[in-house]
C-alpha cells in the first residue's frame, strides 16, 4: 500500500519535472520566433508544474498527522483547473489557435465549467469525504470568505488595469481584434483573481496545520 | 486561521474524557478534525455555537474550555 503511494508519488514528481521542461522548450521556441502565445503557454506550464510540485509537497500531513481536508483539497485543485484555464483561454486571446473549432470548444467548456461550478466543486468535496464526516464546517467557510474577498479585490483591480491598457495603451492589445478573442482576454482577468483566491484558502488551509 | 485572543483546554479535556480523539469530538461538533487540530493549536476562535457544541461533547460548561484574555 506505502510503496504503491510512493510510487504513485514519483510517477507524479516525474509528470511535473516533464511539463516544466515541455514548459521551458515552449517558450524557447516562442522567444526564437517570435510568437507571444508560446512564450505565454510555456510559462503556464512551468506555473503548472511548479504549482503541482508546491501541491504534492503541501498534502504532506502536518501537527497530529493533520492531512488536507477536502476544502483544501478542493482548493488545490482549483488552483490547477484555473491555471490550466488561464493558459488556454489566455493563449486564445493572444492568438493561438486563431479561428479554429478548438478555440470555440475550450471557450464552451469553460461555460459549462462556469455555469455548473457550485455543482462541480460540491461533488468533488462530498466524494472524498468519509462515513459521518462533514463536507464543509464554519472555519472551512471562514477561510473560504477570505480567499474570496482576495479574488474580488484583485478582479476589480486587474478590471480596471485591463480598461487603463485598453484606453491608453492600445497598441499593446491591438492584435486583440476576433470577438473570441476579446471574450477570452476579458475572462483573463476572472481567472487570474480566482486562481489567487484559491491559492489563498489553500495557504491558510495548509497553515493551519503546521 | 490566525493567532487568537481565545485560548483553550480542549485537549487536556479531550484526554480527560477517556482519551476522546480528535475525530469523535470533530463528530460529535458537526466539524472536520482539521478544525479540532487548529483550535488546539490556537490557531482558530470558533463560533459562540461551535463553543457551546464542544463544551456539551467535552461534558462541561462553556468557561471552562474557553478563555479569553483582554489584548495589550
Same mark, same amino acid.
Given at each position: +500500500?506505502?510503496?504503491?503511494?510512493?510510487?504513485?508519488?514519483?510517477?507524479?514528481?516525474?509528470?511535473?519535472?516533464?511539463?516544466?521542461?515541455?514548459?521551458?522548450?515552449?517558450?524557447?521556441?516562442?522567444?526564437? =520566433?517570435?510568437?507571444?502565445?508560446?512564450?505565454?503557454?510555456?510559462?503556464?506550464?512551468?506555473?503548472?508544474?511548479?504549482?503541482?510540485?508546491?501541491? +504534492?509537497?503541501?498534502?504532506?500531513?502536518?501537527?497530529?498527522?493533520?492531512?488536507?481536508?477536502?476544502?483544501?483539497?478542493?482548493?488545490?485543485?482549483?488552483?490547477?483547473?484555473?491555471?490550466?484555464?488561464? +493558459?488556454?483561454?489566455?493563449?486564445?486571446?493572444?492568438?493561438?489557435?486563431?479561428?479554429?473549432?478548438?478555440?470555440?470548444?475550450?471557450?464552451? +467548456?469553460?461555460?459549462?465549467?462556469?455555469?455548473?461550478?457550485?455543482?462541480?466543486?460540491?461533488?468533488?468535496?462530498?466524494?472524498?469525504?468519509?462515513?459521518?464526516?462533514?463536507?464543509?464546517? =464554519?472555519?472551512?467557510?471562514?477561510?473560504?470568505?477570505?480567499?474570496?474577498?482576495?479574488?474580488?479585490?484583485?478582479?476589480?483591480?486587474?478590471?480596471?488595469?485591463?480598461?487603463?491598457?485598453?484606453?491608453?495603451?492600445?497598441?499593446?492589445?491591438?492584435?486583440?481584434?476576433?470577438?473570441?478573442?476579446?471574450?477570452?482576454?476579458?475572462?483573463?482577468?476572472?481567472?487570474?483573481?480566482?486562481?489567487?483566491?484559491?491559492?489563498?484558502?489553500?495557504?491558510?488551509?495548509?497553515?493551519?496545520?503546521? | 486561521?490566525? $493567532?487568537?485572543?481565545?485560548?483553550?483546554?480542549?485537549?487536556?479535556?479531550?484526554?480527560?474524557?477517556?482519551?476522546?480523539?480528535?475525530?469523535? #469530538?470533530?463528530?460529535?461538533? $458537526?466539524?472536520?478534525?482539521?478544525?479540532?487540530?487548529?483550535?488546539?493549536? $490556537?490557531?482558530?476562535? @470558533?463560533? #459562540?455555537?461551535?463553543?457551546?457544541?464542544?463544551?456539551?461533547?467535552?461534558?462541561?460548561?462553556?468557561?471552562?474550555?474557553?478563555?479569553?484574555?483582554? @489584548?495589550?
Amino acid at each position: +500500500m506505502q510503496g504503491s503511494v510512493n510510487n504513485r508519488q514519483a510517477w507524479s514528481w516525474v509528470a511535473f519535472a516533464l511539463l516544466a521542461v515541455i514548459g521551458v522548450m515552449v517558450m524557447a521556441v516562442g522567444a526564437t =520566433e517570435p510568437a507571444l502565445h508560446l512564450v505565454f503557454g510555456g510559462a503556464m506550464l512551468l506555473l503548472i508544474a511548479v504549482s503541482g510540485a508546491v501541491q +504534492m509537497r503541501a498534502q504532506r500531513p502536518g501537527l497530529d498527522g493533520a492531512t488536507p481536508s477536502n476544502t483544501e483539497k478542493a482548493a488545490w485543485a482549483q488552483i490547477g483547473m484555473g491555471l490550466a484555464a488561464i +493558459m488556454v483561454l489566455g493563449g486564445v486571446s493572444l492568438g493561438s489557435m486563431r479561428g479554429s473549432w478548438a478555440a470555440y470548444l475550450w471557450f464552451a +467548456m469553460y461555460a459549462v465549467i462556469v455555469a455548473f461550478f457550485p455543482l462541480f466543486r460540491r461533488r468533488f468535496i462530498e466524494s472524498s469525504r468519509g462515513y459521518r464526516e462533514v463536507a464543509e464546517d =464554519e472555519r472551512d467557510l471562514a477561510i473560504r470568505a477570505q480567499g474570496d474577498y482576495l479574488a474580488k479585490r484583485l478582479l476589480e483591480l486587474a478590471l480596471v488595469a485591463l480598461g487603463l491598457v485598453w484606453v491608453f495603451l492600445p497598441g499593446l492589445i491591438q492584435s486583440v481584434r476576433a470577438p473570441l478573442q476579446v471574450a477570452c482576454l476579458l475572462l483573463l482577468p476572472i481567472l487570474v483573481a480566482n486562481v489567487a483566491g484559491e491559492a489563498r484558502v489553500a495557504w491558510l488551509h495548509w497553515r493551519d496545520r503546521q | 486561521m490566525t $493567532g487568537t485572543t481565545i485560548s483553550n483546554d480542549i485537549r487536556r479535556l479531550r484526554f480527560a474524557r477517556g482519551e476522546m480523539t480528535q475525530q469523535a #469530538l470533530a463528530d460529535a461538533c $458537526g466539524v472536520t478534525r482539521q478544525t479540532i487540530i487548529a483550535l488546539e493549536a $490556537g490557531r482558530y476562535a @470558533p463560533s #459562540l455555537e461551535l463553543g457551546f457544541r464542544i463544551a456539551d461533547a467535552l461534558g462541561v460548561r462553556i468557561e471552562d474550555v474557553f478563555h479569553w484574555s483582554k @489584548p495589550e
